[in-house]
């Protein structure tokens, strides 16, 4: 079985601060984990996603994950926040060869930014 | 252009009205999805479609059917609608393997009054 926990439904940062965004997944075989954003009236766009390749994965607009199998944690993050970063963010697991019924959506996390 | 179409952007209906939303994709995948998304919620999957043979239901299929006329397009309709399928609306279309990434449509925004 698999199950994606976001863990926090809101976080708010200042520009220019750190954002750390967690998720922490369970699933019975090797994942495949992404990070999707969602700005205000638009659909979700990829950030970044991990393949069981290098376990740092770097994506678009200085965001980064690392997967990290022993806390099973796929936490996003980035060094500095900016005003256009402001969206919904969703953790999503699938398993890998698998069908669409094994791709799971967190609940998401609304990132606010103060100026 | 936009990879991933849907129409209509914005919908309101009546309860017991019937209701088709549309998408459209130019990427040239075989896999399709619909989802629905509700505050709080994430992304729940409605139905999705592996190639123009193959619909498969979601997780929450009740009250919802679907067509896939051509590799391209994939349709959700709601046969009879009720309040509760007020929500946003979101097709999706994938090149399937591992890691595969989804790419989305800007959504329909659908109320049921």
């Known amino acids: 079985a698999q199950s994606v926990t976001q863990l926090d439904s809101h976080v708010s940062v200042s520009e220019g601060t750190p954002v750390l965004l967690r998720c922490n997944y369970s699933?019975?075989?090797?994942?495949?984990l992404f990070w999707y954003v969602q700005h205000p009236n638009k659909g979700l766009q990829l950030l970044l996603k991990?393949?069981?390749?290098?376990?740092l994965v770097k994506g678009i607009n200085g965001f980064e994950a690392e997967f990290k199998k022993s806390e099973t944690s796929f936490h996003l993050t980035k060094p500095s926040a900016h005003m256009s970063d402001a969206a919904e963010y969703f953790c999503?697991?699938?398993?890998?060869?698998?069908?669409?019924?094994?791709?799971?959506f967190g609940s998401g996390t609304r990132l606010s930014i103060r100026p | 252009d936009a990879d991933v179409t849907q129409t209509p952007r914005n919908r309101i209906t009546k309860t017991g009205k019937r209701i088709m939303l549309e998408c459209s994709q130019t990427?040239?995948?075989?896999?399709m999805y619909w989802y629905r998304q509700d505050p709080g919620l994430g992304l729940q999957l409605i139905y999705y479609s592996f190639d123009v043979k193959d619909i498969n239901k979601g997780e929450i299929s009740d009250g919802y059917s679907v067509s896939r006329q051509a590799q391209a397009k994939f349709s959700l309709s709601l046969e009879s609608a009720i309040p509760n399928q007020t929500a946003l609306y979101f097709c999706?279309?994938?090149?399937?393997?591992?890691?595969?990434?989804?790419?989305f449509g800007p959504g329909t925004r659908l109320t049921v009054l």
């Open positions: 999503v697991v699938s398993g890998w060869g698998s069908s669409a019924s094994k791709i799971i």
């Open positions: 991990y393949t069981s390749a290098a376990t």
């Open positions: 999706a279309t994938s090149a399937g393997g591992q890691g595969d990434t989804q790419y």
């Open positions: 990427k040239g995948h075989d896999r």
């Open positions: 699933s019975s075989y090797s994942p495949s």
